[in-house]
T-cell receptor
Framework: DTEVTQTPKHLVMGMTNKKSLKCEQH?????MYWYKQKAKKPPELMFV???????INESVPSRFSPECPNSSLLNLHLHALQPEDSALYLC??????????????FGNGTRLTVT | GDSVTQMEGPVTLSEEAFLTINCTYT??????LFWYVQYPGEGLQLLLK?????DKGSNKGFEATYRKETTSFHLEKGSVQVSDSAVYFC??????????FGTGTRLQVFP
């Protein structure tokens, strides 16, 4: 069982819709991540939150808007997406930031389809 | 910049065969190294890790040794099972928040 929980598991949305992906962890981790994974590719980093502050934004388009309401929750707000944004969106958490020794713990992802 | 190179897949094996998936890395300093596994339709699971030179990570019969002299972290298993069929990612983390992944290697094990 994964300790990082993502909802929903699947999401289909039109290009004019607004939706949100949610992620929750109760391991006391202070770093949380959003990754995007296309089929047969490795995950690509989108955002990192460190102690609830955005520390890394990998030049992600503004139609993706992250939010970290508290140390256990991470959201990704979606608006006006394109079909090429269809992918598996993975959330991860880590006990430390900048320390380099700790692994990331991943959720099972949200499979997003944009029609 | 930091990078990870993995062998191209797919790797196709019969059950009980020996597995090696090669991984080499380029990094400044002394990164931590990881192997993640992704089963179909799921997220990534940490398989094993090593944080310094000569460390051996092991889990579920899989092993990998952190070799600084050859900048390698090859994944091995003595006897694979059909249930090991998945995609395996080698990854490194230096003194940043970023986890750098290799391209992934698909393993297919047939009975």
């Amino acid at each position: 069982d994964t300790e990082v929980t993502q909802t929903p598991k699947h999401l289909v949305m039109g290009m004019t819709n607004k939706k949100s992906l949610k992620c929750e962890q109760h391991m006391g981790h202070r770093a949380m991540y959003w990754y995007k994974q296309k089929a047969k590719k490795p995950p690509e980093l989108m955002f990192v939150y460190s102690y609830e502050k955005l520390s890394i934004n990998e030049s992600v388009p503004s139609r993706f808007s992250p939010e970290c309401p508290n140390s256990s929750l991470l959201n990704l707000h979606l608006h006006a997406l394109q079909p090429e944004d269809s992918a598996l969106y993975l959330c991860a958490s880590s006990p430390r930031t900048g320390g380099g020794r700790s692994p990331l713990h991943f959720g099972n992802g949200t499979r997003l389809t944009v029609t | 910049g930091d990078s990870v190179t993995q062998m191209e897949g797919p790797v196709t094996l019969s059950e009980e065969a020996f597995l090696t998936i090669n991984c080499t890395y380029t990094a400044t300093g002394y990164p931590s190294l990881f192997w993640y596994v992704q089963y179909p339709g799921e997220g990534l699971q940490l398989l094993l890790k090593a944080t310094k030179a000569d460390d051996k990570g092991s889990n579920k019969g899989f092993e990998a040794t952190y070799r600084k002299e050859t900048t390698s972290f090859h994944l091995e298993k003595g006897s694979v099972q059909v249930s090991d069929s998945a995609v395996y990612f080698c990854a490194l983390r230096s003194n940043t928040d970023k986890l750098i992944f290799g391209t992934g290697t698909r393993l297919q094990v047939f009975p």
